[in-house]
């Protein structure tokens, strides 16, 4: 509830546009990128005080704040780029609960937006939008917010989830196209269950906890499947993640 520095922010952000011509006439493509950089820097600035605000007053939906962040910073690097020879390809990188289209989820439902929808609605067919599957293995994980790091065992995904469904073609690793073979895309259009492990994992919860209703086709345009994943190593490594989780069955190994 403290004071805002909104007002401070847009002040700078004023200022640095009004001196544009000044910055990017004394260096070129290097000035040009600098400023960029400087104004991007500026508006994350600004757009994060107004998402911890509406966190704390639950005014608005935090969610769709930051998603909404996200496809304003890609237009404007997108605006950056647009004179780049050759043309510019870019790559987003983010979990699929941000990549594929809410509107084919239960996110939708609860009146929720996401990147991939707005990129989608934006760019058309110019985006591809690739979501990443997996039926078990190991992953990193925290078993509440701000806690440590964990190497955590991923439990065979529910026998009616696409996951599931994918082990049953009992290929390891493959890629799978949504977007021009008609017959994979009318065979996955039904509704199933998907499995989303982020920051948190809760395998004792997992299927209240990491599971949602989706519609993989209208999801996604691509999928890549790796049936057993491994867990993302941490720079840092805790105790935690350097044990591990106790398999179910130890010790007796059975």
């Known amino acids: 509830m403290a004071p805002s520095c909104e007002e401070a922010v847009v ?3 004023v200022e640095l546009r009004r001196k544009a011509m000044d910055y990017l006439q004394r260096d ?11 104004e991007q820097n500026a508006l994350v600035v600004r757009n994060a005080e107004e998402y911890y605000r509406n966190m704390f007053r639950r005014e608005v939906s935090s ?42 989820t239960q996110m939708s439902e609860r009146g929720e937006l996401n990147l991939g929808q707005l990129v989608r609605e934006h760019f058309g067919k110019e985006a591809v939008s690739i979501g990443f599957t997996t039926y078990d293995g190991t992953v990193t ?34 890629f799978l196209g949504l977007r021009d073979d008609a017959d994979v895309a009318t065979a996955l259009r039904n509704e199933r269950l ?18 949602f209703h989706a519609r993989l086709t209208d999801q996604f345009d691509a999928i890549l499947h790796y049936d057993h994943t491994r867990a993302v190593e ?20 059975l």
């Open 11 to 13: 002040k700078n952000l």
């Open 28 to 38: 070129g493509q290097v000035a040009a990128d600098a400023y960029f950089c400087a």
């Open 63 to 104: 969610w769709n704040l930051r998603d909404t962040h996200m496809m304003e910073s890609l237009i404007r690097l997108a605006i950056h780029l647009r004179n780049h020879k050759p043309p510019a390809k870019i790559i987003v990188w983010a979990h699929n609960s941000h990549l594929g289209d809410a509107r084919a």
């Open 141 to 174: 994980a925290a078993s509440d917010w701000d806690g440590p790091a964990e190497r955590k065992n991923v439990r065979p995904a529910h026998r009616e989830s696409y996951e599931a469904l994918f082990h049953e073609v009992d290929v390891p690793n493959f």
């Open 194 to 211: 998907e499995r989303a492990i982020g920051v948190i994992y809760c395998p004792e919860t997992e299927l209240m906890s990491h599971y």
């Open 234 to 253: 941490p720079l840092e490594r805790t105790a935690e993640w350097e044990i591990g989780e106790v398999e179910e069955t130890f010790p007796s190994g």
